[in-house]
């Protein structure tokens, strides 16, 4: 009797993964509340703040808006994606058997989380580019004084923000429980990093540990180099620690079903 030999299955390829990229980009146009937020929120507290601090400078005389007010709308943009939006869609999959359906197939899970590594990055990159845009139109501000310093820190933060995601995705039952612990993540993050007013601001002992927050670090991090300041490396420290830490305990925790 003769042996029947069943080819191996092809692995999906470039047009694959631009259809899989392609349609959870639209899912997440479609999700109105999620794609709006992460695009009007900064840019609403760009404008309040921006109206607030005009010609307002800190002690070594840098501008306030740019030291702290367009780190602070960078981070909450890429908070935003990475904590609340990413997980949601995630858990969701999970939750409808989605990822189960796709593990018998060639185009394996992993694909989702890459396709919506891609779509998180797309939509952040628009967010920042919309806040940029407004901030040079209105209040006349500048590119980065160390720009790449800005852009690899930048990177750093948004890697972090989408590693807590990737944690929120691997614990949360449902989409909405993904929802309501990433807006606990990131209303916690942002209270002690600077979100609602500068950390000098905050007793200095609460200022301190959101510094050492990933939203803190990233304000503080994405400041510095916008302003040409040397960086503390104990905020890259943190955004390091903090990626690293995440990833390690999504990948223990996460299930496919």
């Not at 899912?27 to 921006?50: C, F, K, S, Y």
């Not at 939203?215 to 180099?225: D, E, L, S, T």
């Not at 903090?242 to 390690?248: E, F, I, N, R, W």
């Amino acid at each position: 009797m003769t042996a029947i030999e069943i080819p191996p299955a092809r692995r999906p390829g470039p047009r694959a993964w631009a259809e899989l990229i392609l349609a959870e980009g639209k899912m997440v146009v479609r999700d109105t509340a999620g794609l709006l937020i992460p695009l009007g929120m900064p840019l609403l507290i760009l404008v309040m703040n921006g109206l607030g601090s005009a010609g307002a400078t800190t002690a070594d005389g840098v501008s306030v808006f740019e030291r702290y007010v367009m780190p602070v709308v960078f981070t909450i943009v890429i908070a935003t994606v990475g904590v609340v939006n990413m997980p949601s869609f995630l858990a969701y999959y999970r939750r409808s058997h989605v990822l189960r359906r796709l593990a018998v197939t060639p185009a394996n899970p992993g694909m989702i989380l890459a396709a919506q590594l891609v779509v998180s990055l797309i939509q952040s990159a628009v967010g920042v580019a919309i806040g940029m845009a407004a901030a040079m139109l209105f209040f006349d501000v500048g590119v980065p004084e160390r720009a790449g310093t800005a852009l690899a820190v930048f990177a750093l933060a948004a890697l972090t923000m989408y590693a807590i995601g990737m944690l929120v995705a691997a614990i949360a039952p449902t989409g909405n429980a993904a929802v309501a612990i990433g807006l606990a993540l990131f209303f916690a993050l942002g209270a002690t990093g600077g979100m609602f007013g500068p950390t000098e601001n905050l007793p200095e002992p609460l200022a301190r540990i959101g510094e050492a927050l990933p939203f803190g670090a990233a304000v503080q991090a994405v400041g510095r180099a916008w302003a040409g300041a040397d960086q503390n490396p104990a905020h890259l420290l943190a955004l390091a620690a903090a990626a690293v830490l995440s990833t390690a305990v999504a990948v223990k925790c996460f299930r496919w079903e």
